[in-house]
């Protein structure tokens, strides 16, 4: 096989600890191996990218796992060519068995070019993607926090689900933190709709008359306080997408 690069690195990432490889040398030529251990800390990667600079590296390779990958990515991005190989296609070769002898093995596939890459998107991209699944993993925990609402209202024997479309919109929200204060009459709660909302008062107070005990009203005011918070969370996260949206939007001239 032909030698495509002559100073390349493979990578053995772990949590705490990052094996590097370095292969220098020309494809005719004696090839000088090193090895070296760092802590995945910042300082660590700091000097991991120092050392290989030193050493005049211009590819590195290492698997895609998990996501201990990331921050060694970020800081070794700008300074070299580096390689994110799909980790069951790189450890799909048998016999080795250590961490010193798995980077090897990369930075050999990457001095040969034999690592399929991986795409890796751009820095802005990758912030956004983040943010993005941060901002999906927000909604998913308010409607898990509204779906224990509900079932709280239904084992009271409250029905404000069969009658109001949406439970957690102005009147509904109303309505619960009426339930949570206490003590009013069903007639009072209802009378809280606004709106639309207002042409079922007698069905809202028929559907409010339940058998909600200080239990009930424990865990609603607990998980209100709950919902305000992941509205809060997700208005910020949202205000802080499209900020970062705003130089990419420029940059294709929306």
């Known amino acids: 096989m032909r030698v495509l690069v002559e100073r390349t690195c493979g990578l053995d990432v772990h949590q705490a600890v990052i094996v590097a490889y370095l292969l220098v040398g020309k494809a005719a030529g004696k090839v000088h191996k090193e090895v070296r251990s760092f802590a995945s800390t910042t300082a660590g990667l700091l000097a991991l990218r120092d050392w290989l600079k030193a050493a005049g590296c211009t590819h590195v390779g290492m698997e895609s796992t998990g996501v201990y990958w990331q921050p060694v990515y970020a800081i070794l991005e700008d300074q070299f060519d580096v390689v994110v190989g799909n980790a069951q296609r790189i450890k799909n070769v048998p016999g080795r068995k250590t961490d010193v002898k798995d980077a090897e093995w990369i930075a050999e596939l990457v001095r040969y070019g034999l690592i399929p890459p991986s795409s890796v998107p751009a820095r802005p991209l990758r912030v956004l993607r983040d943010l993005l699944r941060y901002r999906r993993s927000l909604v998913e925990a308010r409607s898990n926090c509204r779906n224990r609402v509900l079932k709280v209202l239904e084992r009271a024997n409250i029905k404000l689900a069969s009658v109001a479309s949406d439970v957690f919109g102005v ?3 109303a309505m619960l933190e009426a339930l949570v204060a206490g003590p009013k009459t069903p007639a009072e709660i209802a009378n809280l709709a606004r709106g639309k909302r207002r042409k079922k008062l007698v069905q809202l107070e028929l559907a409010l008359q339940g058998s909600l005990g200080d239990e ?12 305000d918070q992941e509205d809060r969370r997700i208005t910020a996260t949202e ?7 705003e130089p990419i939007g420029s940059s294709i001239g929306c």
């Open 239 to 245: 205000r802080l997408i499209g900020h970062k949206l």
């Open 216 to 227: 009930h009203r424990f865990m609603l005011a607990q998980l209100l306080d709950t919902l």
């Open 171 to 173: 009147s509904g929200t």
